[in-house]
Structure formats: structure tokens, C-alpha cells
């Protein structure tokens, strides 16, 4: 294992501690509780904004704590869901009286201790409304999910919804426009390389030198088929088409066109498949609005990529383009 | 070789469409002329800021054409110098009638090269100015250098002149500026694994399980020298600790400290070096006034990271507080 770290156990401490000396005008970092808060949180009137999973995925959701995006990030151990208590924590650290909404990628682990940390806000007065992301197209169940997997969409809502909140929304609305970002977008990803999570030592699976994992989850886990490594075409139509049609694209609509490196694969080769894509969708009639071209919602150092299509309506591209100011991305501010 | 490719020989135009279909809002991409063009270009009266350079480095350098930072870009194929044909089209692309300025890596090509297009602009009548960045204290000459190379500097200096140029200084100020920077600035880098250049389709070095190269350059050049794995906070030491003796940093002055990926590094691993050098800038008595954490000068996917350090004056850190609208750097705008 090649790895830049001192003792696996402490990853996901240090960076916490790199991010604190080094983004400390953004967020503070609470150790006790391993949470990631904005540093004016909680703000009055304000609907919190929090999310939050196993690291591994960064910048997700750290990344995104600041002004229009997350209020706080609850980081658990590399792949594994965070507690109830951290969850717990960030909910109130966030609570500034308009309530608190919780994003949630659907693993079987975050679902449910989202589900109790909102139990135990509620209980102490907190109002909290949760959305579970699900936009991964490639398996209807998986090794940690009933239902689809959450991935990323998410990075997507976070910025709209959070943006949204910002500008004043009601926790309601902002639960609204949650659900409706989740139930527009689709995703889908693969890898050509494995990942190694520092605790274990050794790669999370193993691919042939001339294969490729197609549908691949964001842990590594199994996805629609394992194939001969194919031309970054080839792969971007694989990737693509079920998606479109999935969400029913149609001709003459407009997306946001999302190319996600999984961590370990160069830009070059994320604005090939890109073009792939953009190819792809001009043939179809459909325009991309924006975009975001990039390593957002990553494993480690797994290389491959996913492709997200977002169909949008003009409240999102509004708080889309709304100012933010967080570590991994940042305009109008 | 596994990469999101279609040809070896196509990566580099088809990128580059990518960019074009992406990113019409920023830059236009002249395919004939291989170059990457601010979409506004030329602004009349203002002075013209262009790099380039082999590619395999993504986002530099034609992910920093936009407002604020470059007026174009000029990529050569991976790893090789742009020819004189395309820099001088850069240059005529963005001559707004006050001057253009070369910023130069240190590489025997590039240098040679780009005073080829300066001599030829200039016979056009278009006045040039020329910076050649060489922070990288590894080592004095190299496989593709006399002198030091120029590295992650190279980054800093083009937003801060990209700046100082949007604000309207002369092509003299802005090449003292870019010479300033280029002074204060110095960097070292590493390597845990090699990258594989398309196509060569193997890889460039071959390194054992349990060694890194410390000193390596941007292009696989070997550094200083191969040693065992270390931890993160020895690694960071040894990077930073010839920056901080180079550069003669003392108690109390101010920095920007920028921890660059490779390429095939995770975010969570770059921020663990963040950490470790937070701590050894605190033990010194350095502060951090400004920092760059990520992936933005790479060696395609190779693993590893590098260091640089600027020291800051006023109005270093005015230009590079001052708006940047690219598709690698954005803020205030």
C-alpha cells in the first residue's frame, strides 16, 4: 500500500486537522465529535443544511461545508457510515430555529443512523425533514443498499438545496427542491483500478489488466458487468444511455452535465469522456447548461469515472449559480 | 495501459473539444492552432498573459484561461514543448495592443521555443515580455533542464499576474510582478508511483513496492533521490525543509502554501500533508495567509505531491484575492 499518511487509524483525524489549519476562514472542525461545521454556524432563521457518510469520497461532503452549500459534514471511518452521534451534533451546531435538513445517500448504514440522529434532534426540539439520495442507475440493490445507490446527484443537491437556504427558503421548500434534484438526475460510474482502504491494506477487488468494471459503486462495490477495457466512446455510451433513458430525456430539454473522476484518473482524460458526452447529447437534441468536470464524489485513489445528468428547471440553475464559498467550490464570492 | 481514451495520438485534441464544448462561456479552443483562447480576447489596452507547455498536466495551464488569470493557453502533446507556431498565434490571439507576457517553465523546449514566438511577435510588432519560472529546489539541472525546473510556482504566478493584468498595470509591472513571484516562490515534489504516458503506453519509471522518488519532476524526471516508503509527516519534512532553507523563511513572514496532487493522489491524503506542514510552518513561527490544496499541476495519474511556498507581500495577495472566472480557479466573479 502507497499511501501519503502516517498510521491508517488516523487518516480521516489528520485530514480533519489539515483542513482546520488550512480552512479555518470556512469551517471549523469539531474532533470530539469529528464533524466539520461553517464557521459563522448556526445562523438565526436559517434552515441548517448538513450531510455526511463514510470518508474516502473527498472532497464530499467536507468539501462543500460554507456559505450556499452545507452548513456541516459528519465524516465516518474511510467507507464506513458516520453514528448517530456525530450526526446528532452537526444538528445541533447547525440549528439557528428554521430546522435542519439532513442529505442522505442511500446506504443501509447512513440511512438509518440519519434516522435515528433526526429521532434525537426531533426529540430535543429540533425540527429536522431528511432527503435519501438514490441516482445511481447501474443496480437496483447492492452490497450496502436496498434500492439504488446515492452518489452524484448529491454533490449537485448539496449546491442547489444549499443555495436555497442560504437565500432564506423555508425548511419545507428546501425539502421540496431536495426531492425534486434527487428525482431528476441519474448517475452512473466505472472503474479501470481498484482502491485500498489504509485500515485494510490491499485492493478492495481485483480487475484483470484489460478489464473494466462497468456500474461500479462508490466503495467498490460490484456493478452491472465486468468487461474488456473498451475506448473512452464506448465507455461514455455505456454510461450514458442508461441514464438518458432512465430519465426520460427528451429532445429539445437542458441538463447539467456532471464527468466525476473517481480520484485516481487525470483531468485530461475526465474532458475526453466529456466530449464523448457532449457528443452524445448533441446528437440527441439535448443541451448541456452547465456543467461540472471534475473529481467531486471520488474513491480514493480509484481510477474511472461517472457521469451525472441533471435536468433542470430554472429554480435549480438559480440557486445552481448562487454564490458559494466552501473549499471545492467556490464563485460568485 | 487503462485510461478513459480513445486514440493515444487523439487525447490531446479531443480534450481540448471537451474544453470547447464545456466551457463556451470561458474560452474558445482554436484546434488548428492548438490553442486555448479567453473567450473575450483580445481586450483592447490590456496586457495579454499566456502560457503553455506540454500537456499531461491538467488544469495547467488551459485550465487557468479565463478572467483573471490567463488570456490563452498553448498545449503541446503530453509531455512535449508547444512549437513556436502555436505560442506566437497565442500571442496575436490576445494582443490587445499593450504587450503580452510569456510565463515559461524551465524546460530546454519550452525556453527555446517561446523565445522563438517572442522574436517572431515581436517582428510583428507585438511588444513581449518573458518570465521563465525555475522553483523547484530537487535539483539544479535535470533531464529536460539547465537549471532548475519550473513547477508548481508556475500556478501562483499566473493568477497573481493574471490579476495584475486584469487590473489594468503595464506589461513592465506585470513582468516585474511575474519575476517577484518567481523569486519568493519555491517547490519540491514526490512520487509514490509512475504515470504512464499514452503513448509510450508503459510506464515512464518503474518503482518498488516499498520506495518512493523525492525530488521527482513533473514529468517523471528522477529527483534526488529513491528511498523506502516513508510517513506522510517525514515526507512533508523532507519537501519542506529545503523549500524553507532555499527560500531563507524566517520567523514571523507569511506564506501561501499550496499542497499539490499528482494527479493520482486522494484529496484526503493531500490534506494529511497539509496537516503535517501546517504543523511544521507553526513551529517556525511561518503563517499561512493564503493556501492552494489539490490537484493543478499534475503528471497525468501518477501518485505523489509537491510542495510550494510563497512568500507573500501586499500585493501579491491582492491579485490573488482579485476575481478569476476559469475552469480550474474560480472566485469572486
Request: charged content about 20%; overall charge negative.
Amino acid at each position: 500500500m502507497k499511501k501519503l499518511i502516517n498510521k491508517p487509524e488516523d487518516v480521516v483525524k489528520e485530514a480533519l486537522e489539515g483542513i482546520a489549519a488550512l480552512h479555518s476562514d470556512l469551517v471549523r472542525v469539531d474532533l470530539e465529535n469529528q464533524i466539520i461545521v461553517r464557521a459563522d454556524a448556526p445562523l438565526q432563521g436559517k434552515v441548517g443544511v448538513i450531510s455526511g457518510g463514510g470518508s474516502g469520497h473527498e472532497p464530499m461532503h467536507g468539501g462543500f461545508v460554507g456559505h450556499g452549500m452545507l452548513d456541516a459534514a459528519c465524516p465516518g471511518a474511510i467507507f464506513t457510515s458516520p453514528v448517530p452521534d456525530q450526526m446528532l451534533a452537526a444538528t445541533k451546531a447547525v440549528n439557528g430555529g428554521a430546522g435542519v435538513l439532513h442529505i442522505v445517500k442511500n446506504y443501509t448504514g447512513d440511512v438509518l443512523n440519519f434516522e435515528m440522529a433526526a429521532e434525537l434532534a426531533q426529540a430535543e426540539g429540533i425540527e429536522v425533514a431528511s432527503v435519501v439520495t438514490n441516482d445511481d442507475v447501474a443496480v437496483q440493490d447492492s452490497t450496502y443498499t436496498a434500492g439504488r445507490r446515492g452518489v452524484g446527484v448529491t454533490v449537485l443537491l448539496e449546491k442547489i438545496v444549499g443555495g436555497m437556504a442560504e437565500a432564506g427558503a423555508p425548511l419545507a421548500a428546501v425539502a421540496e427542491m431536495a426531492q425534486r434534484v434527487n428525482n431528476q438526475g441519474r448517475s452512473m460510474g466505472m472503474a479501470l483500478t481498484s482502491c485500498t482502504v489504509p485500515a485494510k491494506g490491499s485492493p478492495t477487488f481485483e480487475l484483470g489488466a484489460d478489464e473494466m468494471e462497468i456500474g461500479i459503486g462508490i466503495h467498490g462495490e460490484p456493478g452491472r458487468r465486468r468487461v474488456k477495457l473498451a475506448s473512452a466512446a464506448e465507455i461514455t455510451e455505456m454510461l450514458a444511455t442508461p441514464i438518458i433513458s432512465d430519465l426520460g430525456l427528451k429532445a429539445g430539454e437542458r441538463v447539467l452535465a456532471f464527468v466525476n473522476g473517481m480520484g485516481g484518473t487525470p483531468l485530461i482524460e475526465l474532458y475526453v469522456v466529456a466530449n464523448e458526452l457532449a457528443k452524445i447529447l448533441k446528437g440527441k437534441n439535448i443541451s448541456i447548461a452547465r456543467s461540472l468536470v471534475g473529481n467531486y464524489i471520488t474513491s480514493l485513489e480509484m481510477a474511472g469515472c461517472s457521469i451525472t445528468l441533471l435536468r433542470l428547471d430554472d429554480d435549480m440553475i438559480r440557486y445552481w449559480d448562487a454564490p458559494v464559498h466552501t473549499a471545492a467550490l467556490r464563485w460568485g464570492m
